[in-house]
């Protein structure tokens, strides 16, 4: 299966309920809730240590706005790459959220995520 196959609209009924639960639970400091639909292979190049510490220390990781801006897709071989606006709650200005999405055994994985 290849998620450049699903028409945009598709790949948004997904993608956008995967990144709500992302900011919410990066919000909440809920590590495990915040992991759960990440690949195999995200999991493991993690290092749970300075995870543990952004999630406990991060201002910017915990005061993220709920609203999202969706800016676009970027589709690329089995993967496509959703892009967001974020803002934050004390902070002034504009941050670029990205989550990579792709299958793993049948199922829509992440494969990364970040907030630059």
């Given at each position: 299966?290849?998620?450049?196959?699903?028409?945009?609209?598709?790949?948004?009924?997904i993608a956008h309920p995967?990144?709500?639960?992302?900011?919410?639970?990066?919000?909440?400091?809920?590590?495990?809730?915040?992991?759960?639909?990440?690949?195999?292979?995200?999991?493991?190049?993690?290092?749970?240590?300075?995870?543990?510490?952004?999630?406990?220390?991060?201002?910017?990781?915990?005061?993220?706005?709920?609203?999202?801006?969706?800016?676009?897709?970027?589709?690329?071989?089995?993967?496509?790459?959703?892009?967001?606006?974020?803002?934050?709650?004390?902070?002034?200005?504009?941050?670029?959220?990205?989550?990579?999405?792709?299958?793993?055994?049948?199922?829509?994985?992440?494969?990364?995520?970040?907030?630059?």
């Amino acid at each position: 299966m290849n998620i450049n196959d699903k028409t945009d609209d598709e790949i948004l009924e997904i993608a956008h309920p995967m990144w709500d639960d992302l900011i919410k639970y990066s919000n909440k400091g809920q590590y495990g809730k915040f992991i759960r639909k990440f690949s195999y292979n995200l999991l493991l190049g993690l290092n749970e240590v300075e995870l543990g510490k952004q999630f406990a220390h991060s201002e910017l990781s915990r005061n993220l706005v709920e609203e999202r801006d969706f800016l676009g897709l970027i589709r690329r071989g089995e993967h496509v790459t959703a892009l967001y606006r974020v803002r934050h709650k004390k902070r002034e200005g504009e941050w670029l959220g990205r989550m990579v999405l792709g299958y793993e055994k049948g199922e829509v994985k992440i494969f990364a995520a970040s907030i630059f």
